[in-house]
């Protein structure tokens, strides 16, 4: 399983570190992902880090901003938001992701958290 | 506006089947595989099919998924109360080098 825990109030162009620590898998063998939604929206996908902690990705909106990372030796995932703005305010979901081969073929995200709660104020 | 585009809502009776499309472009749907998540607010989400048809262990066979070209179908037989929930659909595109969510699908159950 994943358990996230890091979301709060912050403030608009606060900061704000979220965690996600996972058990019962071998985490270094996994990529892992970042998915959010906002009130009333649908799920979007904010970044990946693929296993050894090199090969990221982000959606454009947080490039910049958004800092993904993990330390296998502690099976954890971390998100570093900087400068929030409103539209960061969602729920935070962490993912494991699943796949060999071509990225993309055959890759999906099979183990979700519950979700941490990220709410910027203006 | 999302990447993928899915109807936002769906409905049906109970014990009927219900289709949810999804419509992509080649840089996602048209090159890489269809995953679909099953999500109540609140909760975590659900991997309900993963790889354009493939049901990961405990997902019940009245849930499959279809894709053809730069298009993706979920269909939901049997349709039961518990059903009554959103749905998604998702692919890698090449393009923008990220993962894209359709903007989900609301299903009632009547």
């Known amino acids: 399983q994943v358990v996230e825990s890091g979301g709060g109030l912050v403030q608009r162009g606060g900061s704000l570190r979220l965690s996600c620590t996972a058990s019962g898998f071998t985490f270094s063998h996994y990529g892992m992902t970042w998915v959010r939604q906002a009130p009333g929206k649908g799920l979007e996908w904010v970044a990946t880090v693929k296993q050894d902690g090199n090969d990221k990705y982000y959606v454009d909106s947080v490039k910049g901003r958004f800092t993904i990372s993990r330390d296998n030796a502690k099976n954890s995932l971390y998100l570093e938001m900087n400068s929030l703005t409103a539209d960061d305010t969602a729920v935070y979901f962490c993912?494991?992701?699943?796949?060999?081969?071509?990225?993309?073929?055959?890759?999906?995200?099979?183990?979700w958290g519950q979700g941490t709660r990220v709410t910027v104020s203006s | 506006q999302s990447v993928l585009s899915q109807p936002p809502s769906a409905s049906g009776t109970p014990g009927q089947t219900v289709t949810v499309s999804c419509s992509g472009t080649f840089s996602n749907i048209g090159s890489n595989t269809v995953n679909w998540y099953q999500h109540l607010p609140g909760t975590a989400p659900k991997l309900l099919i993963y790889s354009n048809n493939q049901r990961p262990l405990g997902v019940p066979e009245r849930f499959s998924g279809s894709k053809s070209g730069t298009s993706a179908s979920l269909a939901i037989s049997e349709l039961q109360s518990e059903d009554e929930t959103d749905y998604y659909c998702?692919?890698?595109?090449?393009?923008?080098?990220?993962?894209?969510f359709g903007g989900g699908t609301k299903l009632t159950v009547l």
């Open positions: 998702s692919a890698w595109d090449d393009s923008l080098n990220a993962w894209v």
């Open positions: 993912a494991r992701e699943v796949g060999l081969g071509s990225y993309g073929v055959g890759y999906y995200f099979d183990i």
